[in-house]
């Protein structure tokens, strides 16, 4: 094996495209050499790209073209394990000492681009190049240099003596102050590269004119994958399409489809780990694992929230939702999906969930959609059991603050919501559609946002609505968003003091 590593060693040690050649990838269903699975699109990418990072690390100085690369793709095209490879090239071949910044969108990503480098140093020993993540400050080193990465809120970066910046994820970044300083130091020195990697982001920001711009220079190569064109062959169509009905329409837009969309566009919920963090197994009563214990009244503090609908295909469903507060994390105890039922079997379900929770003694708040087709149903309500059950309206201004209210919980992890069976660290499947059907359309008055959500099979976020009614009536989120939220152990309350 030493042998071979030193011949690997002596073919990698001056090109970029030999060394990507000889790398073991961590491809499915194993490891695999990167020649052996490398596609046409991959090929075209990296022969531009290569001469450019070579005369930077030191083993060439004929090369006179651009040296500041913009790429966009879709999800799933390699673009993290691209940048892993490339940083640890550098490190470890470079001629000199060079020193290289990756830039991310937020720590989770950092972390990620860390991973990747830290997995092809594991699968490829020959790379030379170390890992670490101390004090939050991630890097990786190599006998020829140094990788800093760090995040789009970093408080201060120059680029001053950086010879490889690679930019990912910039169409999510946040702010433009990180992308100044890097790219206003990149002339610094006559040989530093610029890659941006990234998916398609909003129209009219700064990121899409910092594209516009590079298009019309010459000093830059830019590459976008054509608009609904999949280059990747190893994920199927078949697949797509199931991801594409699972997510917001502007988001599968620019994650899918490479398009740039507008901001109306774009979901609430911007990042599906916020949803999934809140994943368990057994929060729902009357799942076959999960029945109604019953020490129940241990936590007595009910939210029920109702969304009338009519059901049928592509027609506002009726749901029912019950959330137990327990230490000021929802649980979803019950989520009744009332098909086609008339409204008179509705308003009798309700009744029953109500009665089973033991009314007003446990029951803190119903909360009833009151729009057309529910006004009587809601006011009926209100009169029969005294006020337990409030008709709410639905407009655009409140349905704006509940979804930021729904979305500080998922941030913060103090949700619980079924997971899916078949991967348990996922929200299950057609109630994470609803979540991620809702669109921020812009920001109104107070920074409260106006909410689109697109009608399609499955309702109109009709779970999702549920839900924030049932949430709308609990004690306001206030905790920072906490990294661990699977690890928090809920406290129990002695009492409920009714307001």
């Known amino acids: 094996m030493q042998l071979y590593y030193e011949l690997v060693i002596r073919e990698a040690s001056n090109s970029l495209l030999a060394f990507l050649a000889n790398t073991v990838i961590d491809r499915r269903p194993k490891p695999l050499r990167w020649d052996r699975c490398i596609e046409q699109w991959q090929q075209w990418l990296i022969q531009n790209l290569a001469p450019a990072i070579e005369q930077a690390c030191g083993l060439r100085h004929d090369y006179t073209g651009p040296r500041w690369f913009f790429i966009t793709m879709p999800r799933g095209h390699d673009k993290t394990g691209l940048f892993g490879r490339i940083l640890n090239f550098a490190c470890g071949f470079s001629r000199y000492?060079?020193?290289?910044?990756?830039?991310?969108?937020?720590?989770?990503?950092?972390?990620?681009?860390l991973s990747a480098c830290r997995?092809?140093?594991?699968?490829?020993?020959?790379?030379?190049?170390?890992?670490?993540?101390?004090?939050?400050?991630?890097?990786?080193?190599?006998?020829?240099?140094?990788?800093?990465?760090?995040?789009?809120?970093?408080?201060?970066?120059?680029?001053?003596?950086?010879?490889?910046?690679?930019?990912?994820?910039?169409?999510?970044?946040?702010?433009?102050?990180?992308w100044n300083a890097l790219v206003s130091g990149a002339g610094k020195r006559p040989t530093s590269v610029i890659i941006v990697i990234t998916n398609a982001g909003i129209l009219d920001t700064w990121q899409h004119?910092?594209?516009?711009?590079?298009?019309?220079?010459?000093?830059w190569f830019v590459f976008e994958c054509p608009e609904r064109m999949r280059l990747a062959q190893w994920m199927?169509?078949?697949?797509?399409?199931?991801?594409?009905?699972?997510?917001?329409?502007?988001?599968?837009k620019r994650m899918l489809d490479n398009i740039w969309v507008a901001g109306g566009e774009m979901p609430l919920i911007e990042k599906e780990e916020w949803l999934d963090q809140c994943a368990h197994p057994k929060t729902l009563w009357h799942a076959r694992n999960n029945p109604q214990p019953k020490n129940w009244m241990t936590a007595p503090e009910f939210y029920v929230g109702f969304d009338i609908g009519r059901g049928g295909q592509n027609r506002d469903k009726a749901v029912i939702s019950v959330l137990q507060n327990v230490g000021d994390t929802a649980w979803l105890r019950i989520l009744r999906e009332l098909g086609s039922m008339p409204l008179a079997q509705q308003k009798a379900e309700l009744k029953s969930i109500l009665a089973?929770?033991?009314?007003?003694?446990?029951?803190?708040?119903?909360?009833?959609?009151?729009?057309?087709?529910?006004?009587?149903?809601?006011?009926?309500?209100?009169?029969?059991?005294?006020?337990?059950?409030?008709?709410?309206?639905?407009?655009?201004?409140?349905?704006?603050?509940?979804?930021?209210?729904?979305?500080?919980?998922?941030?913060?992890?103090?949700?619980?919501?079924?997971?899916?069976?078949?991967?348990?660290?996922?929200?299950?499947?057609?109630?994470?559609?609803?979540?991620?059907?809702?669109?921020?359309?812009?920001?109104?008055?107070?920074?409260?946002?106006?909410?689109?959500?697109?009608?399609?099979?499955?309702?109109?976020?009709?779970?999702?609505?549920?839900?924030?009614?049932?949430e709308l009536a609990m004690p306001e989120v206030e905790e920072p968003i906490l990294p661990h939220a699977r690890t928090i152990k809920p406290k129990i309350p002695s009492q409920i003091v009714r307001p």
């Open 209 to 219: 004119e910092a594209l516009l711009k590079a298009k019309k220079s010459k000093r």
């Open 97 to 113: 000492k060079v020193q290289c910044i990756g830039a991310a969108t937020d720590v989770d990503q950092a972390k990620k681009i």
């Open 236 to 252: 199927s169509q078949e697949d797509y399409d199931a991801i594409r009905e699972t997510i917001a329409p502007g988001y599968a």
């Open 356 to 470: 089973q929770l033991g009314g007003r003694k446990y029951v803190i708040n119903c909360n009833i959609d009151q729009g057309t087709l529910g006004y009587q149903l809601a006011e009926e309500m209100a009169a029969e059991t005294n006020g337990l059950c409030q008709p709410y309206s639905l407009s655009a201004k409140r349905q704006g603050a509940m979804a930021l209210r729904m979305l500080s919980r998922l941030q913060s992890g103090r949700m619980r919501l079924p997971c899916d069976p078949e991967n348990p660290e996922r929200v299950e499947k057609t109630l994470r559609a609803d979540f991620l059907q809702v669109q921020r359309v812009e920001n109104g008055a107070g920074g409260i946002p106006e909410i689109k959500t697109e009608r399609s099979g499955i309702g109109h976020a009709d779970r999702f609505w549920s839900i924030a009614l049932a």
């Open 119 to 178: 997995r092809q140093a594991e699968l490829n020993p020959w790379h030379g190049v170390k890992c670490k993540d101390t004090g939050g400050i991630a890097a990786v080193s190599g006998p020829c240099g140094q990788v800093d990465i760090i995040t789009s809120d970093a408080a201060s970066a120059t680029g001053d003596t950086t010879d490889i910046f690679v930019l990912d994820e910039v169409g999510q970044w946040k702010k433009q102050d990180l």
